[in-house]
Structure formats: structure tokens, C-alpha cells
T-cell receptor, first 114, second 112 residues
Framework: AQSVTQPDIHITVSEGASLELRCNYS??????LFWYVQSPGQGLQLLLKYFSGDTLVQGIKGFEAEFKRSQSSFNLRKPSVHWSDAAEYFC????????????FGAGTILRVKS | EPEVTQTPSHQVTQMGQEVILRCVPISNHLYFYWYRQILGQKVEFLVS????????KSEIFDDQFSVERPDGSNFTLKIRSTKLEDSAMYFCASSEVVETQYFGPGTRLLVL
């Protein structure tokens, strides 16, 4: 069965510090991978995506993520966090072999302290 | 930038009542989806829709649920007889091609 694990439920970082949010997946097919962000009361905004090619992908708001096939991971990073980055972050995985549906992780709530 | 929109943003209903959640996907998109997120739980896939028919549905999407694209712009999710456990945030999404889905802001449904 397909599954996505985000091992950290909450993370707190200081403003200006670097950030890494972890995502591991278990899939029986070549996945395509996404990170979405949800601010309170808002919908899911696409941060970045990986389909193929360069395993380091750049997204909006200064985020990047690296696909590591050997570790089945797709971790999200940002070199310097801003207070406005406080939100919940979701990793999601899909594959053509499993139709169009996305499987989501449980989310990581990011708190930024000043 | 084009966005997926959803109405209403909040809906409160009595158990057993029918509700219709509405979505306007991005205009040139061909694939449409509904997901839901029960409070404190993961976002879960409900159904995908393409070429005026359901292409895939989850085990959650039972006979109480239906989807429709009544015209060229709207995409609706109907819950025929709501249960307490249907209380959740419902997200509509659309995509131009299969891979990249763009989500709306959600409808928070509360069943009393």
C-alpha cells in the first residue's frame, strides 16, 4: 500500500534559522512528489513538485526539496525562515500507476519564534 | 493567477440532510477531484473526475456521495444524507494534466 510519513508533527525554529521538514514514502511505483502548505483557514498551496530529472527542485517562497530515491525521501528545506512561514506543511505522493489520487502525509506544523 | 474557488466556505447542517458543495475549477483544467480532511487527520482522496465521469473513487466514496459537472464551470459534491462523521474540511482540486493538482480553499462542513 502507498503511504507517506512525516515523522515530525510539530517543529519550532527561530526566525532566520534554517529549516528541514522530513518526508518519507512507500510506493510500489515511480512516484511524483509534492509539498503543499496550509496557513490557518486557508487552502492547500502548492510549494513545489518533482516528477523527474534534477533531484533538487526549487519552489516558491524560497523553498527547495531534494528527492533521494535510495532513502525514499523528499525533504523540504529553507535556508532562512521568516515568521510568515508559520503554517502546516504536507508532503504528498502520486503515481500514474495508482491513478490520479494523491496520498498525503499527516502534516508538520511549523512554528517560528522571533 | 487562476485559482480554484469553493462555496460555501462554511456549512452547518443537521444529520440526515443533503448538502451540495460547490467548486469552480481552473478554467482550462480537465481533471477534477474531491478530498476531505477530518479534524486532526490526514487529507484523504475521495474521487477523481474526467471527461464527465468518475475515473477513480476511494472506499470512503460510498452511495451517499455523488459528483457532477452540471455546466462548463462548476463541479459539485453532493452528500445525500449527512452523518456526524461527514464533518470535515472538503477540498476541491483541479489539474490540467494528471500530475499537478491545484487546491481550493475548502468548505468546512459541520454536521449536527
Amino acid at each position: 500500500a502507498q503511504s507517506v510519513t512525516q515523522p515530525d508533527i510539530h517543529i519550532t525554529v527561530s526566525e532566520g534559522a534554517s529549516l528541514e521538514l522530513r518526508c518519507n514514502y512507500s510506493y510500489g511505483a515511480t512516484p511524483y512528489l509534492f509539498w503543499y502548505v496550509q496557513s490557518p483557514g486557508q487552502g492547500l498551496q502548492l510549494l513545489l513538485k518533482y516528477f523527474s530529472g534534477d533531484t533538487l527542485v526549487q519552489g516558491i517562497k524560497g523553498f527547495e526539496a531534494e528527492f533521494k530515491r535510495s532513502q525514499s525521501s523528499f525533504n523540504l528545506r529553507k535556508p532562512s525562515v521568516h515568521w510568515s512561514d508559520a503554517a502546516e506543511y504536507f508532503c504528498a505522493v502520486g503515481a500514474k500507476e495508482y491513478g490520479n489520487k494523491l496520498v498525503f502525509g499527516a502534516g508538520t506544523i511549523l512554528r517560528v519564534k522571533s | 493567477e487562476p485559482e480554484v474557488t469553493q462555496t460555501p466556505s462554511h456549512q452547518v447542517t443537521q444529520m440526515g440532510q443533503e448538502v451540495i458543495l460547490r467548486c469552480v475549477p481552473i478554467s482550462n483544467h480537465l481533471y477534477f477531484y474531491w478530498y476531505r480532511q477530518i479534524l486532526g487527520q490526514k487529507v484523504e482522496f475521495l474521487v477523481s473526475f474526467y471527461n464527465n465521469e468518475i475515473s477513480e473513487k476511494s472506499e470512503i466514496f460510498d452511495d451517499q456521495f455523488s459528483v457532477e459537472r452540471p455546466d462548463g464551470s462548476n463541479f459539485t459534491l453532493k452528500i445525500r444524507s449527512t452523518k456526524l462523521e461527514d464533518s470535515a474540511m472538503y477540498f476541491c482540486a483541479s489539474s490540467e494534466v494528471v500530475e499537478t493538482q491545484y487546491f481550493g480553499p475548502g468548505t468546512r462542513l459541520l454536521v449536527l
